[in-house]
């Protein structure tokens, strides 16, 4: 890596964070996480698929040793994710041939997330206890999973009273994509605000900010970011890449070096929103570390991506040097 150049982590008044997997902790990619940023995201070693493959079973070496990573190298850790309807094993949601009942699945709920959080208590700081919960073309904003189809919106509310005992300290999210885009950002208002005047324990809004170099505005992500001000919660960018595809199907042999600039453009726009709400925002993550490793890789289809602010050797992108030197 590149020895010379300013960190990330300084350059911010916000924690700077990256998802990472296992591999990522050897060679030169740990090299350039602890060099560049002071928090992590385990990529997919939390979620269900990884963590209780089978019921009661609970796997979580890898867990444990991305977190240890994480604590011996000072870093801010969120726990990602708790409850979602992607990456979660079918026999969750069964009862032999049928489907649980909703009293099954909410005791499944509970011992999942009362085991994981406990586990990392006191070394996870922010959990996403649900993820992707609200479909805007809903009548009532929620999305059909089968979690909801089951136990309609408990699940949500048992997945942060089971959190929130299991460690106070926490701070437990709710999550999602294109929450900047305006329908989606009000479905998701409108939740919030239902369950904290419920009393529900809900201490912040995760932003994934999955964006592409068109699409949308800064502008839009700073009415989001207002927008949820006004409920007092804490908001974190969770997931932030910027495809350098405006569409799901086009691929490019090798990457117009003309849309790395205007993808530098694009941070640059973006930082200036989270550093003007540096009041509203307490983490700022990236959804991996360099271009090499990122999931847009093979989603939605296979094809040469470069979403992030590190290049596949490593190397500072423009982009880079748009957050670190907005100027
Ligand atoms: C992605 C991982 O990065 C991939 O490795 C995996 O194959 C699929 O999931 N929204 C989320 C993340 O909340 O968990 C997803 O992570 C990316 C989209």
Do not use: C
């Amino acid at each position: 890596i590149e020895t010379g150049l300013p960190a990330l982590k300084d350059a911010v008044p916000f924690t700077m964070g990256s998802a990472f997997t296992r591999a990522e902790t050897l060679g030169v990619h740990s090299e350039l996480l602890a060099k560049h940023f002071n928090g992590v995201t385990p990529g997919n070693e939390l979620k269900w698929d990884a963590t209780e493959p089978r019921e009661g079973e609970f796997t979580l070496a890898d867990g444990d040793h991305l977190v240890d990573y994480g604590t011996r190298h000072g870093m801010t850790i969120r726990g990602h994710t708790l409850a979602w309807h992607s990456q979660t094993p079918d026999w969750v949601f069964a009862d032999g041939a049928a489907a649980a009942s909703k009293e099954l699945l909410l005791q499944r709920l509970e011992t999942h997330v009362r085991t994981l959080v406990t586990r990392y208590k006191g070394k996870i700081s922010a959990w996403d206890v649900v993820n992707e919960v609200v479909d805007e073309n809903q009548p009532d904003g929620l999305r059909r999973s089968k979690w909801y189809q089951i136990a309609g919106l408990d699940f949500i509310r048992t997945a942060f009273r089971v959190a929130h005992e299991a460690d106070p300290a926490a701070k437990l999210f709710i999550n999602d994509y294109n929450t900047e885009f305006p329908r989606k950002r009000e479905a998701l208002y409108a939740l919030v605000k239902r369950l904290k005047a419920e009393g529900v324990p809900i201490d912040g809004v995760g932003h994934q900010l999955h964006l592409n170099i068109e699409q949308p505005p800064a502008s839009s992500v700073e009415a989001t970011i207002e927008r949820f001000a006004t409920l007092g919660v804490d908001q974190q960018v969770t997931e932030l890449d910027v495809s350098v595809y405006t569409d799901f199907v086009s691929s490019y042999d090798s990457i117009p070096p003309e849309l790395l600039v205007q993808q530098g453009h694009r941070y640059k726009e973006l930082f200036d929103v989270f550093r003007r709400h540096a009041a509203q925002l307490s983490s700022v993550t990236v959804w991996g570390e360099s271009d090499d490793v990122s999931w847009l890789r093979s989603w939605p289809i296979t094809r040469l991506n470069a979403p992030l602010l590190f290049d596949d050797d490593l190397q500072a992108k423009p982009a880079y040097w748009a957050v670190v030197d907005p100027a």
